[in-house]
Every structure is written in structure tokens, then in C-alpha cells.
């Protein structure tokens, strides 16, 4: 897996994930549960995940919807 986008925003995230999984492109958050260590502040940014060969086209689905990468 590759990462895509990186957002402290978790609206941003939940976003992204419904464009994703809208198009069939598997995806998956990782450092979610880093809240936990952070107090809930968002100083951590989380990660979104995605398939190699799905990589291109989720840039696609993240460019189209003006949804900056955060790489």
C-alpha cells in the first residue's frame, strides 16, 4: 500500500474516503488512534492508504475534488 493523502482534518479524511470507496478504490487510515497519545488536539496527522496499482487513479479522484495531497 502507498500512501495518498496525510490531513490533520478528519472531515478531509471522511471526504476522501467516501470519493474512494465511491470510485471502488480500496482504501484504508492509518495513525487514527493517535488521538489517544495527543490528548485529541489533531498535532498528528493521519494517513489514507491506498493499493499500488490504484494509486494513479485515486490522485485522479483527489485532484478532481480540489483535495490537496498534504505529501
Request: contains cysteine.
Amino acid at each position: 500500500m502507498k500512501e495518498l493523502l496525510r490531513s490533520t482534518d478528519p472531515t478531509i479524511m471522511a471526504f476522501a474516503t467516501a470519493l474512494l470507496e465511491g470510485e471502488d478504490i480500496d482504501c484504508f487510515q492509518v495513525d487514527v488512534n493517535m488521538s489517544i497519545l495527543e490528548g485529541g488536539i489533531g498535532i498528528f496527522p493521519r494517513r489514507l492508504l491506498v493499493r499500488v496499482d490504484d494509486l494513479a487513479a485515486a490522485e485522479v479522484v483527489m485532484r478532481d475534488n480540489e483535495i490537496p495531497l498534504g505529501r
